[in-house]
């Protein structure tokens, strides 16, 4: 609750600003509040989160002014959530290099830490960096940590799994992809979570369409659209948008696809990222070859490639070399086409030896990635097993508890008649003395009686002899 009532209060500063204010004066208006360090922290975190899609730059601004903040009070964990958030944004441009020095400086103080929720976050958008970069031995490294930390988190495995999805499809280990595809889709179903859900059935419309089933990768990309209102972030939503698209394209419905590049453009911008609107454009271009519009496909595809010269994902970008090189085959212009082609075969050649030089690395990291999932797996079962074993313990105990209160109670009962019997005994015993000192009481009264009558008659018989001699006297 005091989170949310600083958040609203600096959204009220910046609301109360002059609309002209720059990112500085927007800035400067909460440093100027009388909140407390600790509280300035939070408002410069959660406004920075705010705007994040509308204003990249004052997002970075404020998580950097917060990170300052932060050290100066000695606030790791807060310094943590902060570096995490900055590595986000840059990440969310597809700024790896910039992305991953942040990220791996929250890395190294998370471990100082044991902050085990954001080293497994950390790790994970670490991972995603290399994979950007087709550093798939690397990243798979990374996802493989993320998991130790992971593990009694479902809903983070959902996500850890889908991302090494992503990297067996890029080794067109489509099988791999798949099971880990499927074991995404399985826990966020699990755990009912709607974004978990959405990227789960994205990827695996991904996966159907790099194996040439459109159908099926239609039937997906639907199901991940469904839960597009739970897609808060443009970007995952920009994704889904565009990968239907691509689908759409290659279905040869081009009306179609051209809308979803057209809502994919909006959330690119939306996303305050000029990659992620890179993304629209190259797909509007692809569409536009298709349907021979080649002013149109060479306008947007010169946009794309402008827009991917300073970041975007290594796949992506030759393939805008790639389809520039097929524009310009088409309309004759042969020089052109030649040099896009290089450029396209240069990076192709530069993936190639990456992938070589990461091969070692990358059936090592599975290695032990799949060692520590049979690991992870036979700790749940020990689990199962140990929860098992305690319940069966609970109900011995519970039994042997029932078992001694019902002792306990005859005991008790059996103690209580016991008690019973004695008092009735003592009571009878007390009665029949009773009945005795009675009975002896009436003896003595009785014998009294007697001796009285007998003391009478005595007298009676001594007066009637006394008064007889007197009589006799008399006469």
């Known amino acids: 609750m005091k989170h949310k009532t ?63 903040l932060c050290r100066s009070i000695g606030d790791a964990n807060q310094e943590i959530r902060a570096l995490h958030n900055l590595g986000n944004f840059y990440l969310l441009d597809e700024k790896n290099d910039s992305a991953r020095a942040i990220m791996s400086e929250g890395l190294e103080l998370a471990r100082k830490c044991n902050n085990e929720k954001f080293i497994a976050k950390l790790l994970n958008n670490i991972g995603v960096t290399w994979s950007n970069q087709n550093k798939v031995g690397t ?59 959405a990227l789960a059935y994205s990827q695996l419309g991904t996966l159907m369409r790099r194996q040439g089933n459109t159908e099926g990768s239609d039937n997906y990309y639907k199901k991940a659209l469904q839960y597009r209102e739970a897609m808060v972030d443009p970007y995952h939503r920009m994704l889904v948008y565009q990968n239907y698209g691509v689908t759409l394209n290659q279905r040869h419905r081009f009306a179609e696809a051209s809308r979803y590049a057209d809502t994919a453009l909006v959330l690119g911008l939306q996303n305050g990222s000029p990659v992620c609107v890179a993304y629209g454009h190259h ?38 070399y790639h389809n520039l090189a ?12 030649l040099a896009y082609m290089e450029k396209y075969n240069r990076m192709k050649d530069s993936a190639v030896r990456s992938q070589s030089a990461s091969t070692v690395e990358f059936l090592e990291a599975q290695y032990q990635f799949e060692g520590k999932q049979k690991e992870i797996l036979q700790l749940q079962k020990e689990k199962e097993l140990q929860s098992v074993s305690l319940q069966q ?50 003896m003595v009264i009785q014998g009294q009686e007697e001796e009285r009558k007998r003391l009478a008659a005595d007298l009676h018989d001594g007066l009637g002899g006394m008064l007889s001699g007197v009589k006799h006297s008399f006469q």
């Open 6 to 68: 600083l958040f609203f209060f600096a959204v009220a500063v910046l609301l109360l600003a002059d609309v002209r204010a720059t990112v500085t004066d927007s800035l400067n208006a909460i440093m100027r509040t009388s909140l407390t360090t600790s509280e300035k922290i939070e408002a410069l975190i959660s406004v920075g989160i705010k705007v994040q899609h509308e204003d990249r730059a004052a997002s970075i601004l404020m998580h950097r002014k917060a990170v300052e």
């Open 139 to 197: 990243a798979i490294v990374f996802y493989m940590e993320s998991t130790k930390f992971d593990r009694h988190d479902t809903l983070r495995l959902a996500k850890t799994f889908n991302n090494i999805s992503v990297i067996f499809l890029e080794m067109h280990q489509f099988a791999k992809a798949e099971q880990y595809a499927a074991k995404a889709l399985k826990f966020a179903l699990e755990m009912n979570d709607s974004l978990s859900l």
């Open 283 to 320: 797909l509007k271009g692809v569409i536009a070859l298709e349907e021979k519009k080649w002013p149109v496909a060479r306008h947007y595809l010169n946009l794309a490639e402008k827009a991917f010269a300073e970041g975007g994902s290594w796949g992506t970008r030759m393939e805008v």
């Open 326 to 337: 097929e524009l310009e085959k088409e309309t004759g212009n042969t020089s052109e086409a």
């Open 393 to 442: 313990k609970n109900t011995i105990n519970y039994l042997l508890v029932g078992a001694l209160l019902v002792v306990l109670a005859v005991m008790l009962l059996l103690y209580y008649n016991y008690k019973q019997k004695q008092l009735l005994q003592q009571k009878v015993m007390r009665q029949m003395e009773t009945d005795q000192e009675l009975l002896a009481t009436r």
